[in-house]
């Protein structure tokens, strides 16, 4: 049985600071996908992670991927509050999901 | 980029009822769709897979007669919510994929969501 396992699952955060979110998974996948949820809404797709040692950037935001370890980060620089939302990362087949970090920016 | 439409957004419905909830992909062949069903505060869980003219396939604990899906054509996937009770209030959310992936998505495009609730 695949386990997607994220850590941490609630995370405070001031702006301006970094941090990162762990993201584990039990078995071999080739891919990595982490998504973006805000309150009431549906997945937004931040980044596909399709082979060992990708790194991916957008804005604030970047994730990697090591298939050896089966971990993935995502790396959160200089927080703002518009990156306050849950984070899932998920890893195929049918993306199995993992719990979500659910993320707070404060002033 | 690829576009799934989910219907209804939200739909509240009397206990015992059933309630039909369509997913379809706009701009592209899925031949395969994903169910999932969010509780608040959780995780997306997968339902059941669907593939374009078979039937689905179900994961462990989720009822197939209850959960009826049909995956007739390859832009269309419904998920059918029979006698419907409250325990089934959740958000779903369909995700289609793609023949072949195209961009960074690499095939999965989600729907907007259903909230159902069961009154």
């Known amino acids: 049985e695949l386990k997607v396992e994220q850590n941490p699952l609630f995370l405070s955060m001031q702006e301006g600071k970094n941090y990162t979110i762990y993201c584990n998974y039990s078995?071999?996948?080739?891919?990595l996908y982490w998504y973006r949820q805000d309150p009431g809404k549906s997945l937004e797709s931040l980044f596909v992670?399709?082979?060992?040692?990708a790194v991916k950037q957008e804005g604030r935001l970047m994730a990697s991927l090591d298939t050896k370890a089966r971990l993935s980060t995502l790396h959160i620089t200089a927080a703002v509050h518009d990156l306050s939302a849950t984070y899932f990362c998920?890893?195929?087949?049918?993306?199995?999901f993992g719990k979500g970090t659910s993320l707070l920016v404060t002033p | 980029g690829a576009v799934v439409s989910q219907h209804p957004s939200r739909v509240i419905c009397k206990s015992g009822t059933s309630v039909k909830i369509e997913c379809r992909s706009l701009?592209?062949?899925?031949?395969?769709m994903f169910w999932y069903r969010q509780f608040p505060k959780q995780s997306l869980m997968l339902m059941a897979t669907?593939?374009?003219?078979?039937?689905?396939?179900?994961e462990q604990g989720v009822e197939k007669d209850k959960f009826l899906i049909n995956h007739a054509s390859l832009t269309l996937s419904t998920l059918t919510v029979t006698s419907a009770h409250p325990e089934d209030s959740s958000f779903y959310i369909c995700?289609?994929?793609?023949?072949?992936?195209?961009?960074?998505?690499?095939?999965?495009?989600f729907g907007s969501g259903t909230r159902l609730t069961v009154v």
């Open positions: 998920a890893v195929e087949d049918a993306l199995n």
């Open positions: 669907s593939n374009e003219g078979s039937k689905a396939t179900y």
């Open positions: 995700s289609a994929r793609e023949l072949q992936g195209r961009g960074d998505n690499y095939g999965y495009t």
């Open positions: 992670l399709l082979s060992n040692g």
């Open positions: 701009d592209f062949q899925a031949t395969t």
């Open positions: 078995t071999t996948s080739d891919r």
